[in-house]
């Protein structure tokens, strides 16, 4: 059995990282790296919130490499890697906070950029 990491479509990602600009990071992980009580927090996190920002303190392979393994380990989806801020998403059916709806398209039938997305929600 390997733990599978979620995917998410183009447009999902986009909604949700439009979603996610407005969030503060939930968790830190520093010099450490990525230890059991850390990885242990995240998922609780991940459990009530769905969508969080994680902030990681090392250099950019590592992160990298951070955010492969929290994805795999805990079935979520990276949505995005900025710097040192790791955006990742888990469905969790009890709590369903986050819908992910279908890009919205206005009237001149363009879709939205990501700035009209994010003042959306």
Same mark, same amino acid.
């Given at each position: 059995? $390997?733990?599978?990491?979620?995917?998410?479509?183009?447009?999902?990602?986009? #909604?949700?990282?439009?979603?996610?600009? #407005?969030?503060?990071? =939930?968790?830190?992980?520093? &010099?450490?790296?990525? =230890?059991?009580?850390v990885l242990k927090e995240i998922a609780a996190s991940l459990k009530i919130h769905e969508l969080i920002k994680i902030r990681v303190m090392a250099e950019r392979p590592q992160r990298e #490499?951070?955010?492969?393994e929290i994805c795999t380990r805990l079935n979520a989806a990276p949505v995005q890697h900025i710097g040192?801020?790791?955006?990742?998403?888990?469905? &969790?059916?009890? #709590?369903? $906070?986050?819908?992910?709806?279908?890009?919205?398209?206005? $009237?001149?039938?363009?879709p939205l950029t990501k700035k009209q997305l994010g003042s959306r929600s």
């Amino acid at each position: 059995w $390997k733990p599978v990491m979620l995917s998410l479509t183009v447009s999902e990602r986009l #909604a949700l990282k439009g979603r996610a600009h #407005a969030l503060s990071p =939930t968790v830190m992980i520093g &010099n450490a790296g990525l =230890t059991e009580p850390v990885l242990k927090e995240i998922a609780a996190s991940l459990k009530i919130h769905e969508l969080i920002k994680i902030r990681v303190m090392a250099e950019r392979p590592q992160r990298e #490499a951070i955010l492969t393994e929290i994805c795999t380990r805990l079935n979520a989806a990276p949505v995005q890697h900025i710097g040192k801020i790791l955006v990742v998403y888990q469905p &969790n059916p009890e #709590a369903h $906070k986050i819908e992910i709806k279908k890009m919205p398209r206005h $009237k001149g039938k363009k879709p939205l950029t990501k700035k009209q997305l994010g003042s959306r929600s």
